[in-house]
T-cell receptor, first 114, second 113 residues
């Protein structure tokens, strides 16, 4: 059983399209995150949800909209995709909203915008 | 946002060599974590450190929480091919609360045949 699973693993799409990435965790964690990893491998937080409530929203274009229907799921919808959105997007989760026990990451979604 | 600076940025070593890398910050962190990322996968937690001066091992890996609380170190002894990957440090300033982890810039380890 995969602890944090993301779908799809790969996503190739044209500029201007709208796409979604889904994430599910079966660890019983309260908090879920979206991270973006660029071509230089920098990991940058985008959003964090704690029990379906948005708690972190970094400086991310409003074309990106997260949704958490329940604490086990956090989806990411991206409107009007741009070339610069190409990256690997990681979902992660942690217990009780703290990072001190570490985050558990999914295996990533590689988004390529052409 | 703040990033933690990791050094070196990349390492090329031969199998069997020992490896040392570090992570520094301009501000104090009360939790330090080390992750490894394999190609095509997400980062996986290796070691967590919670107290200044703490030294913790996980097999051939040993990590230390710097005394100043502004740095951390990771050592790998007798490297093997599966050690190849990118190593990230991560820190959290407080020991509780909804504070996000700050990640380092990464150290890419390559083993030369």
């Amino acid at each position: 059983d995969t602890a944090v699973s993301q779908t799809p693993k790969y996503l190739v799409t044209q500029m201007g399209n709208d796409k979604s990435i889904k994430c599910e965790q079966n660890l019983g964690h309260d908090t879920m995150y979206w991270y973006k990893q660029d071509s230089k491998k920098f990991l940058k937080i985008m959003f964090s949800y704690n029990n379906k409530e948005l708690i972190i929203n970094e400086t991310v274009p409003n074309r990106f909209s997260p949704k958490s229907p329940d604490k086990a799921h956090l989806n990411l919808h991206i409107n009007s995709l741009e070339l610069g959105d190409s990256a690997v997007y990681f979902c992660a989760s942690s217990p009780r909203g703290t990072g001190i026990y570490g985050y558990t990451f999914g295996s990533g979604t590689r988004l390529t915008v052409v | 946002g703040q990033q933690l600076n990791q050094s070196p940025q990349s390492m090329f070593i031969q199998e069997g060599e020992d490896v040392s890398m570090n992570c520094t910050s301009s501000s104090i962190f009360n939790t330090w974590l080390w992750y490894k990322q394999d190609p095509g996968e997400g980062p996986v937690l290796l070691i967590a450190l919670y107290k200044a001066g703490e030294l913790t091992s996980n097999g051939r890996l040993t990590a230390q929480f710097g005394i100043t609380r502004k740095d951390s170190f990771l050592n790998i002894s007798a490297s093997i091919p599966s050690d190849v990957g990118i190593y990230f440090c991560a820190g959290q300033r407080s020991n509780f609360g909804n504070e996000k982890l700050t990640f380092g810039t990464g150290t890419r380890l390559t083993i030369i045949p």
